[in-house]
């Protein structure tokens, strides 16, 4: 039975092998351009930044890559399935001949082409690229259309044309021709009505590379009805899910990065008022926890100031402190003001205790500071109650992080930036 309303975290050629056949009756995909992608995801707090870096490869690489997904969405599908292939310049035509081979030539139904507008500049040396290619095919021919749920008003010059042709025209057959349908026009394959997000818009999460919401409804429109399956298999921030959503589809989800599955998550819970757990459930993300207890001490010195706003000490711990926030605005405030900052000590274990925050409020006070901050994996009973002794007594305000915050934090502003 196939298991619906599921994020799964991983390798999709491994998450589709365990899908059974003939169960989904759409695909949607917006694959990266090359298998080598790298995600890499930076947080601090000004200099925090998403890299999502294409790494152009010989599109035949990204080609071998793509065959053997492309084909288990093939299996999954349903006879009366269809396929939405999403791509752009870089490898649609390779994309292409490649989707007829395993779909087969005449199961090819449309190329629809999403026309967006892009600012050029005086500088720019060919046409500004300013659309993507989205492949529509289906499994057989049995894949149904859906017109109507589709169809678009008319223009103002389409009405009052009828009314023209009409009045200049008798004879039953033509007025048949150019009566407008009152549910509407069709839409070409070329859409120009569905602007790209804005930076401002309601719906945006902040990931790279996220698709409006109303792309993905016209596609799930013309292709399914309410309750039949729909599956993203390069799920990204999860529109697919949140289309399938609110048109009453059921909906799976796969993507490789933990960050995305945890996104999706949030926006699910917080766009849609979905309870995790209970309307819906992310499958198999790392122990993110157990990674960084084994990473390299220095490394997660790194994260953990990073992931705090601070600057790492680097190599090694300068006198008891690991890192520093430092309380400016600019590179040149920083210059200025280079004693004016917070101490930060990291622990890479869990029950830090008593003895490491004492040495802690030692190191503050040599650096007449009156708050810093301790990260660890967990704090033991008397090291929290020392804290609260420190701050009563002595002044000293002394911040307990866990690594669940951290991470919990480091969510938070990637979603909300
Ligand atoms: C272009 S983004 C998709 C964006 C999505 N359409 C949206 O609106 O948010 C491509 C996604 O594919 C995921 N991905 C890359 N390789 C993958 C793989 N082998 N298995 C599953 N997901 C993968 C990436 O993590 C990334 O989130």
């Known amino acids: 039975m196939l298991q619906t309303s599921i994020i799964y975290c991983g390798d999709n050629l491994i998450k589709l092998k365990e899908l059974p056949n003939d169960s989904i009756d759409v695909v949607y995909i917006d694959p990266p351009f090359n298998s080598n992608r790298h995600y890499e995801l930076f947080w601090g707090d000004k200099q925090e930044k998403i890299a999502f870096e294409d790494r152009f490869g010989d599109p035949l690489n990204y080609i071998d890559w793509m065959r053997p997904r492309l084909q288990q969405i093939w299996r999954v599908l349903k006879s009366s399935g269809s396929c939405f292939f999403h791509c752009d310049w870089h490898a649609c035509h390779y994309s292409k001949v490649l989707l007829d081979q395993i779909f087969g030539y005449n199961n090819f139904r449309n190329e629809i082409i999403w026309c967006y507008n892009r600012p050029g500049n005086s500088r720019m040396k060919n046409f500004i690229r300013s659309h993507d290619t989205i492949f529509y095919y289906v499994k057989t021919k049995a894949a149904p259309f859906y017109a109507d749920p589709v169809r678009l008003p008319y223009s103002k010059s389409s009405k009052s044309r009828e009314g023209y042709v009409k009045q200049g025209l008798s004879g039953a057959f033509k007025e048949k021709i150019c009566k407008l349908n009152p549910k509407g026009k069709f839409p070409p394959d070329w859409w120009i009505d569905?602007?790209?997000?804005?930076?401002?818009?309601?719906?945006?999460?902040?990931?790279?590379?996220?698709?409006?919401?109303?792309?993905?409804?016209?596609?799930?429109?013309?292709?399914?009805?309410?309750?039949?399956?729909?599956?993203?298999?390069?799920?990204?921030?999860?529109?697919?899910?949140?289309?399938?959503?609110?048109?009453?589809?059921?909906?799976?989800?796969?993507?490789?990065?933990?960050?995305?599955?945890?996104?999706?998550?949030?926006?699910?819970?917080?766009?849609?008022?979905?309870?995790?757990?209970?309307?819906?459930?992310?499958?198999?993300?790392?122990?993110?926890?157990?990674?960084?207890?084994?990473?390299?001490?220095?490394?997660?010195?790194?994260?953990?100031?990073?992931?705090?706003?601070?600057?790492?000490?680097?190599?090694?711990?300068?006198?008891?402190?690991?890192?520093?926030?430092?309380?400016?605005?600019?590179?040149?405030?920083?210059?200025?003001?280079?004693?004016?900052?917070?101490?930060?000590?990291?622990?890479?274990?869990?029950?830090?205790?008593?003895?490491?925050?004492?040495?802690?409020?030692?190191?503050?006070?040599?650096e007449k500071k009156n708050e810093g901050y301790v990260v660890a994996f967990s704090f033991s009973k008397e090291s929290v109650k020392e804290a609260k002794r420190a701050y009563k007594e002595d002044g000293l305000n002394i911040h307990l992080i866990t690594v669940q915050d951290l991470i919990k934090q480091a969510e938070d502003r990637l979603i909300e930036q």
Request: a positive charge; aromatic letters at 6%.
């Open 194 to 366: 569905i602007p790209p997000l804005r930076p401002n818009a309601k719906e945006r999460i902040g990931y790279p590379t996220q698709k409006p919401v109303n792309l993905i409804k016209r596609i799930l429109l013309c292709s399914t009805q309410e309750g039949d399956v729909v599956l993203d298999a390069f799920c990204g921030c999860g529109t697919t899910l949140v289309a399938s959503h609110h048109l009453k589809r059921r909906w799976l989800g796969i993507d490789i990065s933990p960050t995305a599955c945890r996104v999706m998550a949030y926006r699910l819970r917080k766009h849609l008022g979905l309870v995790e757990g209970q309307s819906f459930f992310v499958r198999d993300l790392p122990k993110i926890e157990q990674e960084l207890k084994q990473m390299h001490p220095i490394d997660f010195q790194n994260w953990a100031v990073t992931a705090l706003g601070g600057i790492s000490s680097g190599k090694g711990s300068d006198k008891g402190i690991d890192g520093k926030i430092y309380l400016v605005e600019s590179k040149h405030d920083l210059l200025s003001n280079i004693n004016s900052f917070y101490p930060i000590q990291v622990k890479q274990r869990e029950k830090v205790g008593r003895p490491d925050v004492d040495a802690f409020e030692t190191a503050m006070r040599r």
